[in-house]
Each structure stands twice: as structure tokens, then as C-alpha cells.
């Protein structure tokens, strides 16, 4: 199994940045998959998950209406468009497969390695 995530950077507040993670080692198309971020001394958190066909959507209220998750089962990839973005959003992102669809850290089987994202003036 391998989680390959990109799209990470520096954007200033309020700017926009679309995170990619490509799948690959199994049938992507039969599980939940999420993004998660570690902020500097703060526990990793979920911020967006998604269901196995992609009809199911959650968000914690830090990131609602401005984060978007999505997926193409075609390409094996999941996607994270993230507007609005704060200084708060600074953290290092992390693509994860869930073995069951709830946006919990104890549900991850695999993570993949992060993405720097910094919000900053």
C-alpha cells in the first residue's frame, strides 16, 4: 500500500492550494480514505474524509465550508481543495486509508508521508 500526497506549499491568507493523493497497492475503490494534519505541538486531527464511492462527506467544523474532498476512483486519487486557508491551517497534511468510514485516527490502516502546507503573510 502506498499514499503518495503532493500539492502542499506556502500560500498567503484567504489563498486556495488543492492537495493530491495517489493510491496505489490495492483496490483503491474499496475504502474510505481522508486527509489529516499536525499542526507543531498539537495532536494530529482529521479534517476531511470521504467514503469509498465518494458519497459520503465529513468535515469538523474548523474546515467546514471551506474544505473539499473529493475523489476519482478511476485515477486511484483523492483530492483536497482548501479555500479560504488561515494561518491555523499551518500544519503538515497526511493522506490516510480508513478500514472503516469514520474520520478517527484509530480507523487508519496506512498513512501516507505529509505535505508541508504554511499559511503565512
Known amino acids: 500500500v502506498q499514499l503518495q500526497a503532493s500539492g502542499g506549499g506556502l500560500v498567503q491568507p484567504g489563498g486556495s492550494l488543492r492537495l493530491s493523493c495517489a493510491a496505489s497497492?490495492?483496490?483503491?475503490?474499496?475504502?474510505?480514505t481522508g486527509w489529516f494534519r499536525q499542526a507543531p505541538g498539537k495532536e494530529r486531527e482529521g479534517v476531511s474524509c470521504?467514503?469509498?464511492?465518494?458519497?459520503?462527506?465529513y468535515y469538523p467544523d474548523s474546515v467546514k465550508g471551506r474544505f473539499t474532498i473529493s475523489r476519482d476512483n478511476a485515477k486511484n486519487t483523492v483530492y483536497l481543495q482548501m479555500n479560504s486557508l488561515k494561518p491555523e491551517d499551518t500544519a503538515v497534511y497526511y493522506c490516510?486509508?480508513?478500514?472503516?468510514?469514520?474520520?478517527?485516527?484509530?480507523?487508519?490502516?496506512?498513512w501516507g508521508k505529509g505535505t508541508q502546507v504554511t499559511v503565512s503573510s
Open positions: 490516510a486509508r480508513l478500514f472503516i468510514h469514520y474520520c478517527n485516527i484509530p480507523n487508519v490502516d496506512y
Open positions: 497497492g490495492f483496490t483503491f475503490g474499496n475504502y474510505a
Open positions: 470521504i467514503s469509498s464511492n465518494g458519497t459520503g462527506t
